[in-house]
């Protein structure tokens, strides 16, 4: 029997997830259908429970219920505890809601080996301090930087994300108008790219070593990578890689095979 997935959110219709996934499946021959849910922003845990009791396999969630997900659960990854968040759903064999994170490891899969850049000792910048940044920063500290500093518009919200990862040492927040020393790699996880914003940054803190990455991807290259290149940086990364690669992750999370991301990513690319 055809195995069926499918991605929560509202809006839904702009979603990858399904040609990804249908790539992915195509790839490693596996029997498995994925679709596109939209649920209404009152009823999520209803089509949650809808989809597992018609005998669904596994969901992936994304805007503007990914709290809502973590939440929900009754097991969760120690990547996915931490986070705050949810984008990837399956029952267990007591039929508990189980919940995983794979955005920051697709992250950190597409920096360390698509690009490849080695992130161990290096001097990183993220950028934001809301859902997206909250959702990477375990498995980034994980490879070890040097540094890793959070900077955000309200500082707050920046020294909470600090405050999560007392044991470690090397994380700080501050203001943007607090940064002047470059930095190896900046990561973008600002919301403001959508409204086509840019945060006030100094151009102090790129290097011609410095690599950009946004998160955030599109048909053009996005405010900030505009504004990184125009300061001279090494390399300008979309986060197109970063959408596989989370979606390769639970791909291998439900089937237990890793799918081949390049040629996946590829396509995208092609077809923007
Ligand atoms: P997401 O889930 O995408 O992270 P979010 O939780 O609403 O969305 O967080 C948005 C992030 O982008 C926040 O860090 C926000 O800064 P504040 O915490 O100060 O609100 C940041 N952000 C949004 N628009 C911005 C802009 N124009 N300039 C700088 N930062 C911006």
Redesign the pocket.
């Known amino acids: 029997m055809t195995d069926l997935y499918a991605v929560v959110g509202n809006p839904i219709s702009h979603s990858k997830s399904p040609r990804i996934h249908a790539l992915f499946a195509a790839n490693t021959r596996q029997d498995m259908e994925y679709t596109a849910i939209q649920a209404p922003v009152n009823a999520f845990a209803d089509t949650v429970a809808d989809f597992f009791d018609a005998g669904g396999q596994g969901l992936n969630v994304t805007?503007p219920f990914k709290q809502e997900a973590w939440a929900l659960c009754q097991w969760r990854s120690e990547r996915a505890q931490r986070s705050g968040a949810v984008n990837t759903l399956w029952q267990d064999e007591q039929g508990r809601l189980c919940g995983d994170n794979t955005d920051g490891a697709g992250l950190v899969r597409d920096l360390t080996l698509n690009h490849p850049i080695s992130l161990t000792g290096k001097n990183l910048l993220l950028l934001?301090?809301?859902?997206?940044?909250r959702g990477v920063l375990q498995p980034l500290l994980a490879q070890a930087p040097a540094t890793l500093v959070i900077a955000?518009?309200?500082l707050q919200?920046a020294q909470d994300l600090v405050d999560l990862f007392p044991e470690t040492t090397g994380v700080r927040a501050c203001h943007f108008r607090d940064l002047s020393e470059p930095f190896d790699l900046i990561i973008n996880?600002?919301?403001?790219s959508l409204?086509g914003?840019?945060?006030p940054l100094p151009n102090g803190i790129i290097t011609p070593q410095t690599f950009a990455y946004d998160m955030m991807y599109g048909p053009h290259q996005t405010p900030f990578n505009q504004w990184a290149q125009g300061c001279g940086a090494h390399q300008c990364i979309d986060g197109l890689g970063m959408l596989v690669e989370q979606a390769a992750e639970a791909f291998f999370l439900w089937r237990k095979i890793r799918p081949d991301t390049a040629s996946v990513l590829a396509l995208l690319r092609d077809f923007r």
């Open positions: 805007v934001g301090a809301g859902g997206a940044a955000n518009r309200t919200k996880a600002t919301s403001a409204a914003d840019l945060p």
